[in-house]
C-alpha cells in the first residue's frame, strides 16, 4: 500500500474543504492560532511512518488526552472504573450539562467533558503526583520526553470555563467527585493543554492499535481492555457526531477542539490529522474529510 501517495493524493482533494469552519474561540489561547494549518501522519504496525504537511508541527491535544486519562484509570481500577461513569454514547454536546442532570451526575462516557472530569477526579485520589504521572505516561507512549502542558491554553481555559466549572459543580452536588473542585478543574484543562504533534500521537496510539498486552510508565493493559478503550473510542469519541463518524470512517477514534483527530485501524495502523478548522459539532473539518478518504482509498476500516 503506498500511503505516502494517499496522503498527498488526499490532501489535493479536500483543499476545496479549506476555509470551512473556524477555530475553537471558545478558549481564548486557542483562537490565536492561525485555522490554515493541516498535517498527517499514519503509522503501521511494523514501524513505517508517512507523514504530510505540517505532521511535526505541535498544537493542543484536547479532548484526545482524555483516552489518555482512560487507559490510566482502567489500568488502576479495572471494570470497577465503570461504577463511576457509563459506557454510552451521548448523542449530545461534548460540554452539555442537561443530560448529567437528568442521570443525576452519572455521566454517560468517559469523552464528554463530565465523564473526563470524574476521571481526572480519579487520579486525583490514586495518584501522588497525578500531573507528573499523566505526562510520563503520555511521554512513554510517543517516546518523547518533551511532550508537555501549556499552562497559557490551561490558565485561559480556566479563566472562561463558567461551563466546565458548572458541570464541575454539579457533579460535586452529586457526591461524583471526592476532590476539591478547583484542583479538579485545573488538572482537567491541564491534561487538555498537553501539546503533541501528528507524528507523536500517531506513535502513541500504536499502543492501542496492535492489541498486544502493554505497560507503559508502570500502566498495564491487557489485549481485552485495549479491545474495549476501542470500543468506547468507536461508540463515543465523537460527541454528538459519533455515529456520523463511524459511518464515514469506520474506525475508532478520538478528536478535540484544538482540531486534531487520531483513529486507530486495529492491526494496521493508527492515524493523527490536524487542522483547526472545526465544524458546529466541535470536529476538525479537514480532518474528518481526510480520514474518510483515507479509509475509501486504502479500503481498510474495521467494517
Ligand atoms: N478542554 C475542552 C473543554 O473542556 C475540551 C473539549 C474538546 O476538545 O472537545 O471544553
Redo the contacts with the bound molecule.
Keep these: 500500500m503506498d500511503y505516502q501517495k494517499i496522503l498527498e493524493d488526499i490532501y489535493q482533494e479536500i483543499l476545496p474543504y479549506a476555509k470551512e469552519g473556524k477555530q475553537a474561540d471558545y478558549?481564548p489561547a486557542l483562537a490565536k492560532v492561525d485555522p490554515d494549518q493541516f498535517g498527517m501522519c499514519l503509522e503501521t504496525v511494523e514501524g513505517e511512518v508517512y507523514e504530510y504537511m505540517q505532521a511535526e508541527t505541535r498544537f493542543s491535544i484536547?479532548?484526545i488526552t482524555k483516552v489518555f486519562a482512560l487507559a490510566m484509570c482502567l489500568s488502576i481500577k479495572g471494570e470497577s472504573l465503570w461504577k463511576r461513569v457509563g459506557k454510552e454514547p451521548s448523542g449530545t454536546a461534548?460540554?452539555s450539562l442537561v443530560q448529567l442532570e437528568i442521570e443525576k451526575g452519572l455521566p454517560r462516557n468517559p469523552f464528554i467533558?463530565a465523564g473526563a472530569i470524574v476521571l481526572a477526579d480519579i487520579l486525583l485520589t490514586e495518584l501522588d503526583d497525578p500531573e507528573e504521572e499523566f505526562l510520563t505516561f503520555v511521554r512513554a507512549l510517543c517516546g518523547n520526553e518533551t511532550v508537555d502542558y501549556n499552562m497559557e491554553v490551561a490558565v485561559s481555559?480556566r479563566e472562561t470555563?463558567y461551563l466546565?466549572a458548572a458541570i464541575a459543580n454539579l457533579l460535586k452536588y452529586h457526591g461524583a467527585i471526592e476532590n476539591d473542585i478547583e484542583r479538579v478543574l485545573m488538572f482537567?484543562?491541564k491534561m487538555?493543554s498537553v501539546e503533541m504533534n501528528c507524528r507523536e500521537l500517531a506513535k502513541a496510539f500504536l499502543a492501542f492499535t496492535n492489541y498486544s498486552p502493554f505497560e507503559y510508565a508502570g500502566y498495564k493493559l491487557s489485549r481485552s481492555r485495549i479491545k474495549r478503550l476501542n470500543a468506547v473510542m468507536q461508540t463515543c469519541g465523537f460527541?454528538d457526531e459519533a455515529g456520523e463518524f463511524s459511518y464515514l470512517v469506520g474506525l475508532p477514534g478520538k478528536?478535540?477542539?484544538?482540531g486534531g483527530i487520531i483513529a486507530v485501524c486495529p492491526l494496521r495502523y493508527s492515524v493523527a490529522v490536524w487542522s483547526p478548522r472545526l465544524n458546529s459539532k466541535?470536529n476538525s473539518v479537514m480532518g474528518m474529510k481526510a480520514l474518510e478518504l483515507l479509509t475509501t482509498y486504502t479500503e481498510e476500516s474495521i467494517f
Design positions: 478558549i484536547q479532548s461534548f460540554n467533558n481555559e470555563g466546565n482537567y484543562f487538555c460527541y478528536s478535540g477542539v484544538g466541535g
